[in-house]
């Protein structure tokens, strides 16, 4: 059911982003001198999810419009002090992580034969490395594995480090004063490049790298970047594959140029779905920084259909197709029937997205029922609050609204009642718009009385 078969992959999408992303980097070129090009940023990070205003200005051409920013200064204050104080908290609570249990995690790394990377989740009272269900139960399964875990952002520090234990490894525990300040002088720099050249000074670009450093988020991935590719090295034989989930965020890029340039076996796992106008997903752009560039040896995909599409991307190592993976297990059987005025949202992690999607849906209560079932890290958003949870999937519904989520195609059910809604001035976040033939339909929410008048036609 998830390998989408002979549905045709629509290449042009695909050239036309990288067109744009192409065109981005070449405006922002300059800025690779900042650190040699290993500066981790939303310069060139772009996850649409994450940062999707700003992404639809590049893919519009206008990350360079005049915009108010904020001055270096109150930049460069505000993060001293607050990664300062985050590092004071991570070094008394790290100390005593490595006093419970350093020993055996060295042990564990050091004996392990293949090492995985990622975010681990809380789950019936143990640590969990969510991100690589089925690949180590099946590639994995004749290999003594290690984890490097991050904390979700959802779960505290006490509770993550709590429940993290060999052979789990908590990267945050392994962060050094000197990871901190060698990203604070890389954060400053940078800052100080994009407000004194011209073509950025006082731009889109200059404040969204403000927002970028100030929020913590580059100094999170040039940190744990460093803590892992330390880790790995010194704890590790030369011979162990290191594995990562297919997401290609700043600090895995970080590491895989690293560890690639050291001869280490580097592997992507994929772990998700998106949609083509994710520009984090885009290796090999023509004024990116080499680490931008940087890709696995070896690929692990969920389907034949991913595996052209990563190609396609720029990915060119060999793609193996996943016998499990972490939506292989579940058939999701949902009854779409016309006449049926009730409308099921399913909603995605992705929470700028869900809160707009249930803005629109508020406007058709009164004339259509509508129940959401939301990712438990957006349970609790106000947006959601008035609306009737759904914790399954029971029931008869005239259409499916989805968010920018796996679960979709893990869907047993009418494709052609499944609906997309595509706010304007925002990237189309469908991971259905890979497919030129997608039975569903996209509804683009700009002129709310002929939105909601073609979801009322679909329900007839």
């Known amino acids: 059911m998830f390998d989408q078969g002979a549905l045709a992959i629509d290449v042009a999408a695909i050239d036309r982003t990288r067109q744009a992303l192409e065109r981005y980097c070449a405006q922002v070129r300059d800025l690779v001198r900042a650190s040699d090009g290993a500066v981790p940023s939303a310069v060139y990070e772009l996850s649409t999810s994450a940062s999707p205003e700003f992404a639809q200005r590049v893919l519009d051409d206008r990350a360079l419009e005049q915009v108010k920013v904020p001055s270096v200064a109150t930049c460069v204050a505000k993060l001293v002090v ?110 100080r490049r994009v407000a004194s050249l011209s073509a950025t000074r006082g731009t889109v670009v200059e404040q969204h790298v403000n927002a970028d450093i100030v929020s913590g988020h580059m100094m999170s991935g040039w940190m744990m970047a460093r803590a892992v590719i330390r880790l790995v090295t010194r704890h590790t034989a030369p011979e162990t594959p290191v594995c990562l989930p297919m997401e290609r965020h700043d600090w895995e890029t970080l590491v895989t140029q690293s560890l690639s340039d050291r001869n280490r076996a580097v592997w992507a796992v994929q772990n998700c779905t998106f949609s083509p106008l994710d520009l984090n997903m885009y290796a090999a752009v023509g004024g990116a920084p080499r680490y931008r560039s940087a890709v696995p040896q070896r690929l692990f995909v969920v389907s034949q259909s991913w595996g052209t599409i990563f190609a396609e991307l720029g990915m060119r190592a060999p793609p193996t197709i996943l016998e499990q993976h972490r939506f292989s297990a579940q058939r999701l059987p949902l009854r779409l029937a016309p006449g049926v005025r009730r409308i099921l949202y399913i909603g995605s992690i992705n929470a700028q997205k869900v809160i707009r999607d249930l803005q629109a849906l508020r406007t058709l209560r009164g004339s259509v029922e509508v129940e959401i079932r939301l990712h438990p890290s957006c349970a609790n958003l106000p947006a959601a609050a008035d609306f009737t949870r759904q914790p399954g999937l029971d029931g008869t519904y005239g259409a499916c609204v989805f968010a920018d989520t796996t679960m979709v195609f893990q869907l047993e059910t009418d494709r052609s009642r499944l609906v997309f809604l595509d706010h304007p001035g925002f990237p189309n976040q469908n991971p259905a718009a890979f497919f030129a033939s997608w039975p569903g339909k996209t509804v683009v929410w700009g002129d709310q009385q002929s939105a909601a008048s073609e979801l009322a036609r679909l329900l007839e």
């Open 82 to 191: 607050r990664e300062t104080l985050k590092m004071l908290v991570l070094s008394a609570t790290g100390l005593l992580w490595r006093m419970r249990h350093g020993r055996v995690a060295m042990r564990s790394l050091r004996e392990s034969t293949a090492v995985q990377v990622g975010f681990v989740a809380i789950r019936e009272g143990r640590a969990v490395a969510h991100d690589f269900h089925g690949f180590t139960e099946t590639v994995l399964r004749d290999q003594r594995v290690a984890v490097l875990g991050r904390r979700l952002p959802q779960e505290s520090m006490r509770t993550y480090l709590g429940y993290c234990r060999p052979p789990v490894v908590a990267i945050e525990a392994y962060l050094r004063w000197s990871d901190l300040w060698s990203g604070l002088t890389a954060a400053i720099r940078l800052r």
